[in-house]
């Protein structure tokens, strides 16, 4: 299952391929620098760590 991180930087990298892809297509510089401004930004994310969530309590060795 995906987490929602890993479908956000799917979605931006999407975004990306797409507005690059038409910025070349019409020779729109604008447009390529913003298609290329999405790729970075979902590679940034990247290197944040994801919050920790509550971890489940370890049980206690048991001495047997």
């Known amino acids: 299952m995906m987490r929602r991180r890993t479908e956000a ?8 391929v797409i ?3 038409y910025g070349q297509r019409i020779d ?3 447009l390529t620098w ?3 401004a999405f790729f970075a930004v979902a590679t940034v994310l990247r290197f ?17």
């Open 9 to 16: 930087q799917l979605a931006l990298l999407l975004i990306g």
């Open 19 to 21: 507005v690059w892809g």
């Open 28 to 30: 729109d510089n604008r």
């Open 34 to 36: 913003i298609g290329l």
């Open 48 to 64: 944040f760590k994801p919050k920790d969530r509550e971890a489940p309590e370890e049980e206690p060795p048991s001495s047997s």
